[in-house]
């Protein structure tokens, strides 16, 4: 089985709040699994749904792909 990231996790590796990610999650796609009340997100499902962001971005989302520093802001 895969490691699975916590929300707090994810906002601190997208350098974002827990809020934005629960935007994103709700409003946006954002692939998360849900296990009762809890949220996990699997570190492919994040690197893939930013791909797929950095080839269909018209929201401005700021993009960074898991365990690479760089950060794209459109």
């Keep these: 089985?895969?490691?699975t990231l916590t929300k707090d996790e994810v906002a601190k590796i997208l350098q974002v709040s827990e809020r934005t990610i629960d935007n994103l999650r709700k409003n946006h796609g954002l692939p998360c699994i849900s296990i009762g009340r809890l949220?996990?997100?699997t570190e492919d499902?994040?690197?893939a749904w930013l791909q797929d962001?950095?080839?269909s971005d018209s929201d401005g989302i700021a993009l960074q792909k898991l365990g690479?520093?760089?950060v794209s802001r459109n």
């Design 68 to 70: 690479n520093t760089q």
């Design 1 to 3: 089985m895969k490691t």
């Design 39 to 41: 949220v996990r997100f």
């Design 53 to 55: 962001q950095n080839t």
């Design 45 to 47: 499902g994040i690197n």
